[in-house]
C-alpha cells in the first residue's frame, strides 16, 4: 500500500470531531474495534495519529454514554404530567378521593358550626347569668336609696336618669315572683268585692300600674302616680305633693310605697285627697314596722281610722282605713320617724 495523505488524515480526524461534539442518538455505546483494542493495550510508543484517534475514540464514549444515561427526575415528572390518565396506576381510586373530598370539607364546616353554636349558648348564658347578678345588685342599692332619702330627692334622682325607673321596677319584679302572695293583688280583688261603680281610685307609688289595668276595663276611674311618667297610665309626681283636688278620690291605695324617709307627709297627701268617708289600703312590709300599734295611732292622727287589720301573712301587714276628719293633719304627719328600710337580701 502507498503511505497515508497527511492531508487527507487530518481533513477525516476534523469530520469525525465535529461529529463527536454534535448530540448523540440515544444508543448502546459502539463496540470498541479490535484496532482499537490492540492500540490500548499495547505498550509500545504511541505516535502522533495513534494519539488522535484515541482521543476521538474516548470523546465518541462519552457522548454515547451520555446519550444513554436515564433522563432526570424533574424530566419524568414532566412525562408523567404529559402522560395524564395513563402514569395513574388506579383512575378508579383518585376519582373516588376526589369525589370524597367535598363531602368531608362539608363535614368539618358542619362540626365547627355545630361548635360554634353550642359555644355561642353557653356564652349567652353566662351573660344572662352574669347579668342578672348586676339587675340585682343595682335593684338593691336603689331600693336602700329609696328608703333612706326623702321623696323630693327620690324624685329628683329619678327624673335626672329615668332609667333607674324600669331598673328598680325590673328588680322589683324578679323580687316579687318569689313571694307567696303580692299585696296589691289582694287590694284589687277587695275593691272589685267592696267598692261600687262609679269610683275614683289614686294608686300612689304605682310602680307598672296594675291596679289600672285590672280595674279600668271594669268601669274604674283610675289615676296612677308615681317618680317617672309612663304613658298612657303612668303619671309623675312627688307622693307629698300630688295634683289632685281635695276630696277627688274614693279610694287611695299605697301597696309597699310609703318608702321614703317623709312617708307620714305622703301619707297625709293620700288623706287630703280623699273624700270624707273613702277608703285607704295600705300594704307594708312587717320587718320595717316594729310596733303595728304605733304605726296604726300615727295614721289616726291624720284623721283616718282603722276598719280591718291582717297580719296573719309572714312578709305584709295589710291595712284598710276609712278617712273620718275632713281637716287633715300635715303638721302632724311631717313629725313622724321614719319606718325602717327594707333591706333585700343577695340571692
Partial sequence: MGKPDKKQLKLELQQRLAKSAAPAPAATPAAATPAATANSGSKRPVGKKAALKQQLKERLDKSAAAAAAPPPKELKKTAGKKAGKKQ????????????????????????????????????TKLQAAMQKKLDGAQFRYLNEKLYTMPGTEALQMMQEKPELFELYHTGFRAQAESWPMNPVDRII????EHIKLPATIADLGCGNAMVAQELAPLGYTVRSFDLVAKPPLVEAADMANVPLEDGACDVV????SLMNTNWGVGAAEGARILRKGGIMKIAEVVSRIDDVDAFISALEQIGMSVMTKDTSNPMFIMLTLRKKALKVNKDAAARFQPLKPCIYKRR
Fill in 88 to 123: 395513574s396506576p388506579a383512575p378508579q381510586a383518585a376519582a373516588s378521593r376526589s369525589a370524597a373530598a367535598p363531602k368531608k370539607h362539608a363535614a368539618k364546616q358542619k362540626q365547627v358550626a355545630a361548635l360554634a353554636k353550642e359555644t355561642a349558648v353557653e356564652l
Fill in 189 to 192: 280583688s277587695e275593691i272589685k
Fill in 253 to 256: 291605695v299605697f301597696s309597699l
